[in-house]
């Protein structure tokens, strides 16, 4: 029989002071009566952790509790942020949002880069080329100039924030992360500009380089800052240019065996006029979720949705959402909005009752830009078709992360891998 082996000082001395350092985090900063009370430990062992923590640099004195006596115990410690710094990024066709944070998550700088062009996806058009190679040429120095724009900004911010070293920097992007490697994988019609950014970073950062699926990183941002901080089991269905799906299962975000977990605009539906490809989701759920759809079927409905860009269906999803809000439905339209946001609902639910189906996640959350548009009216109806295709009880809610989801998420990924491996050294 095996002796079950018993902790020794320094053993325990490392849990306590990570115990103390993830309240830190979690809570802000605390008194060390604050600290006593929530680790259970004795007054002289909280003072020695203290003690050990502000010796290896992670936590210091950072204000006074405001307690109407003064003494040592109404001291706050709380983290030290300038002991690290970490940066995200969120990566689109069309643009690039970058954010730095110090250890303690105090946001230190952000900026937006529109970049692009005529052509799809923000590079020239290749038709404009020469047949003679002349377009791949194009494209090529297209990414070049992009990714050289991004880098100037990226630098130009952490010099106007007082980076002195980043320890990880988090990008998000569309398309497929390869589990073995870490790598952004060749997908679809995506940019090329995309992988080249992620393998720049990699080359010139001497800190850890992630980069994980946009829609992925707004599941995590949902979970721990939005709709479902309550629930450890979801499905995010993000809805915007494009369609995709995060799945968080008993706490753990799920890639998938090739990091496709989630693609739902390839999942067939009902519908849409055709079966999707392996290289084309143009019969998929994509026709029915995408912002093209959605202006498609606003116009079907008598409604103004000029052009297909995510921008005009966030446009349009809010307005119908808001008329069909109002007080007894008597704005004028309302009849018009009420049955697009009945269909669309439709749609939705359609490509919901498939991941239920598989998985059970008990609730869905609406995402994306047109998610997010539609807010509870959308979600509301959602619930409602939901409900009569699936036995499965499922709740639907729209997202409620403030702010951008994928940058936020992609900062609290950074923040946890930064924490993770200073923690682990105190």
Request: aromatic share 4%; glycine share 16%.
């Amino acid at each position: 029989m095996t002796t079950p082996r018993t902790a020794t000082p320094r053993t325990a001395r490392a849990i306590n002071d990570r115990i103390a350092l993830e309240l830190l985090v979690e809570r802000g900063p605390l008194t060390a009566t604050q600290l006593k009370e929530a680790t259970g430990l004795s007054r002289p062992s909280v003072s020695d952790l203290l003690g050990r923590l502000r010796r290896g640099g992670l936590v210091d004195v950072v204000g006074e509790s405001g307690a109407a006596r003064r003494g040592p115990n109404a001291r706050l410690y709380g983290l030290v942020g300038a002991r690290a710094q970490v940066a995200a990024l969120d990566v689109r066709t069309d643009g690039v949002a970058l954010a730095f944070a110090d250890l303690a998550g105090r946001q230190l700088a952000r900026t937006e880069l529109a970049v692009g062009g005529p052509g799809p996806g923000g590079h020239p058009d290749p038709a404009r080329a020469s047949a003679d190679g002349g377009a791949a040429d194009a494209v090529d120095a297209a990414d070049r100039a992009t990714v050289d724009a991004v880098l100037r900004t990226f630098d130009e911010t952490v010099r106007r924030a007082g980076v002195t070293e980043l320890h990880t920097v988090v990008m998000g992007a569309p398309g497929l992360v390869d589990p073995a490697t870490g790598a952004l994988r060749k997908f679809g019609d995506l940019p090329g500009w995309h992988r080249a950014l992620h393998e720049a970073l990699r080359r010139r950062m001497s800190g850890r380089v992630q980069v994980e699926n946009e829609v992925n990183l707004a599941g995590i941002a949902e979970h721990r800052r939005g709709a479902v901080t309550d629930r450890d089991t979801f499905v995010l269905f993000w809805l915007g240019a494009g369609s995709g799906a995060a799945v968080v299962l008993d706490g753990r975000l799920r890639r998938g065996a090739s990091g496709g977990a989630g693609e739902i605009g390839f999942l067939p539906v009902p519908g849409t006029g055709g079966m999707p490809a392996a290289t084309d989701c143009g019969g998929g759920f994509h026709v029915f979720a995408g912002s093209a759809g959605v202006c498609a079927l606003a116009r079907e409905h008598g409604l103004d949705a000029p052009g297909d860009g995510v921008a005009a269906a966030e446009a349009v999803m809010r307005r119908a959402a808001a008329v069909a809000a109002a007080a007894g439905g008597a704005e004028p339209g309302s009849p018009a909005a009420r049955a697009f946001l009945d269909e669309y609902a439709r749609r939705i639910a359609l490509g919901a009752a498939g991941a239920v189906s598989v998985l059970d996640p008990g609730c869905v959350v609406l995402g994306g830009e047109v998610g997010r548009a539609g807010g509870e009216v959308l979600a509301g109806r959602v619930r409602h078709r939901l409900a009569g295709l699936s036995p499965l009880p499922t709740e639907v809610r729209a997202s409620t992360v403030a702010g951008s989801p994928v940058l936020g998420g992609a900062l609290l990924t950074a923040l946890d891998a930064a924490r993770r491996e200073l923690f682990s050294q105190q």
